[in-house]
């Protein structure tokens, strides 16, 4: 039917693939302010997020009995939960995108046998001279798979090109090393 099939993350066969971590390479003050541009950013209203803040706060001075109730505790708490809170907004908003895989090579026999309906499927040539896709490029099985949270700022507070290109290729285009032999774009 002439149609090409964007697949949702949460259906590939890598668990790891566009599911990178967070660096929370920032302060809490700069990552409190970053949860509260992304929430903001995906509809939440005003009186949510200061909840959700206040709430996060509020759990940070709770502990275990084996855990220490120092100030340093509480802020690693805070870090953790704010992290998780990131990324998982992120991971919210990268759900809206489908994932066009392609490769290089049509003779990998693990290939056909992962994608190919057990050796029973096609494979097409497609050639993008005539029609550029600027969000086609290979995949790189070596970077780092972890998003920082100094380019999600510069990216969703300050609206910086440079650094969203960095954060949507780690989300999309970083994969572990063991997936080489796919030679995906």
């Known amino acids: ?23 929370l390479d920032v302060s809490t003050d700069d990552a409190i302010k970053l949860l509260c541009g992304m929430l903001e950013l995906s509809g939440e209203t005003l009186g949510r997020i200061e909840q959700k803040i206040r709430s996060l706060r509020y759990s940070a001075t709770e502990f275990w009995e084996d855990e220490p109730d120092t100030q340093e505790a509480q802020d690693a708490r805070l870090r953790w939960s704010l992290g998780r809170d990131i990324l998982s907004t992120l991971r919210s908003e990268m759900a809206t995108f489908g994932v066009l895989s392609l490769s290089e090579t049509y003779s990998s026999v ?3 046998s992962h994608y190919g309906d057990h050796h029973r499927g096609l494979c ?4 993008t001279s005539l029609l550029p896709v600027p969000t086609l490029e290979p995949v790189a099985y070596r970077a780092p798979r972890a998003i920082r949270a100094h380019d999600l700022m510069r990216w969703k507070l300050e609206g910086n090109s440079d650094s969203e290109k960095r954060v949507r290729q780690t989300y999309f285009h970083a994969k572990s090393e063991e997936w080489a032999y796919e030679r995906e774009w």
């Open 124 to 127: 097409l040539e497609y050639d």
């Open 1 to 23: 039917e002439a149609e090409i099939f964007h697949a949702s993350p949460q259906q590939f066969n890598d668990p790891l693939d566009c599911s990178p971590t967070l660096d």
């Open 110 to 112: 693990l290939m056909w």
